[in-house]
């Protein structure tokens, strides 16, 4: 034992467990979550956002993000294993079992739900967890390996954050709190569609029915193109409900056109190459647009 402890692999050992617990939230994606989820708190806010709300509100939905996660890597050890671009994760190269899993999950997740219980509010806290059980079961136990349209029914938990953020500071789900739901929903089936069509012969293997798996490619690239039409017109309806102004207007035609542009080119010319810049785009192009809106937000005062 001395001799391990002076070489330093218990201290390396345990940093690696913890990169895997950290590896099975799914960091890229619970960021993405928390920062539509904290632009929501900022534009419900008249003025700043109360600390309290903003800190623990941003806590809970984090950790209860990062729990619904690794439930999914849990359910889909199998599936990530046969995949390229999942194999690395902890569960299917044996790094963690599933009861260190689901403890984690429950210990993870049930912490956050405290946290927005008593420091934020109880609509918050329920909406929240009624997210973790559309992603964590609906979406992962029943929709994933039933349909080829599990993107487009199950982005409902996907497009939550906002909603939860506004709820944060307000209390209530109001029509704006609806609207910047919308876009997420929107947006997530075009998303996700070109990740799929670039890594289809990965779904395949896997067997999960993916659309280009279960449609064809064809069909599949016409959908990207028909749904980013579809989130086109849903990004300008913040401008038309009155809940932003021109400089948000003028952010989303601009970024809103760029998005065409790869969806009409992945219909016409399609390419592997091509698919993968649209997916890319499609993560800064969400960024950008509740960007836009915060800072229309601010300027209106």
Same mark, same amino acid.
């Given at each position: 034992m001395s001799t391990e402890l002076l070489s330093g692999s218990?201290?390396?050992?345990?940093?690696?467990?913890?990169?895997?617990f950290y590896a099975l939230t799914k960091p890229r994606v619970v960021s993405l979550i928390v920062f539509t989820a904290?632009?929501?708190?900022?534009?419900?806010?008249?003025?700043?956002?109360?600390?309290? #709300? =903003?800190? @623990? +509100?941003? *806590?809970?939905? #984090? =950790?209860? @993000? +990062?729990? *619904?996660a690794a439930i999914?890597?849990?359910?889909?050890q199998k599936i990530d294993a046969r995949m390229r671009?999942?194999?690395?994760?902890?569960?299917?190269?044996?790094?963690?079992?599933?009861?260190?899993?689901?403890?984690?999950?429950?210990?993870v997740g049930g912490f956050g739900?405290?946290?927005?219980?008593?420091?934020?509010?109880?609509?918050?806290?329920?909406?929240t967890f009624a997210t973790f059980v559309g992603y964590a079961v609906?979406?992962?136990?029943?929709?994933k390996p039933l349909t080829p349209q599990n993107i487009v029914i199950g982005g409902a938990s996907g497009a939550m954050p906002p909603v939860l953020g506004w709820a944060a500071v307000t209390g209530e789900v109001s029509t704006e709190a609806l609207l910047l739901f919308l876009i997420i929903f929107a947006w997530t089936p075009p998303h996700f569609w070109s990740l799929a069509l670039y890594r289809t012969e990965?779904?395949?293997?896997?067997?999960?029915?993916?659309?280009?798996?279960?449609?064809?490619?064809?069909?599949?690239?016409?959908?990207?193109?028909?749904?980013?039409?579809?989130?086109?017109?849903v990004s300008l309806l913040p401008y038309a409900a009155r809940m932003s102004g021109l400089p948000y207007l003028a952010a989303a035609v601009v970024l809103g056109v760029i998005y065409l542009g790869y969806a009409v080119r992945i219909h016409l010319a399609y390419s592997d190459a091509l698919a993968r810049r649209c997916f890319?785009?499609?993560?800064?192009?969400?960024?950008?647009?509740?960007a836009a809106l915060l800072v229309d937000h601010y300027l209106a005062f």
């Open positions: 218990a201290p390396r050992s345990w940093l690696h467990r913890a990169r895997s904290v632009i929501g708190m900022m534009l419900a806010a008249p003025g700043m956002v109360p600390l309290q #709300a =903003l800190l @623990a +509100g941003t *806590a809970g939905i #984090a =950790l209860v @993000a +990062g729990a *619904a999914n890597c849990l359910v889909e671009r999942t194999s690395w994760r902890p569960l299917p190269r044996g790094e963690l079992t599933p009861l260190e899993t689901v403890v984690f999950a429950g210990a739900l405290w946290l927005l219980a008593h420091y934020v509010n109880a609509l918050t806290m329920w909406l609906v979406y992962t136990v029943i929709l990965d779904y395949a293997r896997a067997g999960v029915p993916m659309l280009p798996v279960t449609h064809g490619q064809v069909y599949t690239r016409l959908q990207v193109l028909l749904y980013t039409l579809i989130l086109f017109g890319r785009y499609s993560i800064v192009y969400l960024a950008a647009l509740f």
